[in-house]
């Protein structure tokens, strides 16, 4: 079975400019997160689906982040202006209704210059 | 809101040696404890998960017991491999959702 995948796996950007994260979840999973894990700090949850319906997104900065999934598999998030604070990984993960093991891609490391 | 603690930030071990690494959490809810280990440039994988009390859970060599009366879930290995060496994170799930609200980290290093 394949693993999560995304894309890109770097990306590095000045101040201001836009940018958008793409992941592909495991075939069947109707859940899909996405987490922010900025430098030696843990993952924190900016937002997660199950399908195509956003459960939480109260940890999403919504006024330069937006996050969707229209058809309740792939996903795309974006960051609007980027900010230097924006530095971190952002990791995707996914996981199946009814079990708790989430199972998390490669990740995107972002560079805000 | 939910927190999960891990009070070493670096851990640096040689290698043969026991290791413990500490977790404790807090919640309101009933729970999932989750220990997963990410090596570099990779993602987190699963290591271990428990959510019956004082009930010993293992994988590959590593051990930990969940206890709800102190609410921690300490991580070991009676030896440790060079292999070993990586982060190491825990985490919580509540029964109320479906996140996981994870530690700071644990940075362990072993040397020959």
């Known amino acids: 079975e394949a693993g999560v995948t995304q894309s890109p796996r770097y990306a590095v950007l000045q101040e201001g400019q836009a940018v958008s994260f793409w992941c592909d979840p495991i075939?069947?999973?109707?859940?899909l997160y996405w987490y922010q894990q900025p430098r030696d700090q843990g993952p924190q949850l900016l937002v997660y689906f199950r399908d195509e319906a956003v459960i939480d997104n109260s940890q999403l900065p919504s006024d330069r982040f937006s996050a969707v999934r229209p058809k309740g598999t792939n996903s795309t998030l974006k960051i609007q202006s980027a900010k230097q604070g924006d530095t971190a990984t952002y990791l995707c993960?996914?996981?199946?209704?009814?079990?708790?093991?989430?199972?998390f891609g490669p990740g995107t490391r972002l560079t805000v210059l | 809101g939910d927190s999960v603690t891990q009070t070493e930030g670096l851990v640096t071990l040689t290698e043969g040696l026991p290791v413990m690494l500490n977790c404790t959490y807090q919640?309101?809810?009933?729970?999932?404890l989750f220990w997963y280990v990410q090596h570099l440039n990779e993602a987190p994988k699963l290591l271990l998960k428990?959510?019956?009390?004082?009930k010993r859970t293992e994988h590959q060599g590593f051990h930990a017991t969940l206890h709800k009366s102190s609410s921690s879930f300490h991580l070991q290995k009676s030896s440790a491999q060079l292999s070993d060496s990586a982060l190491y994170y825990c985490a919580l799930r509540n029964n109320a959702g479906a996140k996981l609200t994870f530690g700071g980290g644990t940075r362990l290093t072993v040397r020959p």
């Open positions: 919640t309101a809810y009933s729970t999932f």
């Open positions: 428990s959510s019956t009390d004082n």
């Open positions: 075939s069947g999973h109707d859940t």
């Open positions: 993960a996914s996981s199946r209704l009814g079990e708790y093991e989430q199972y």
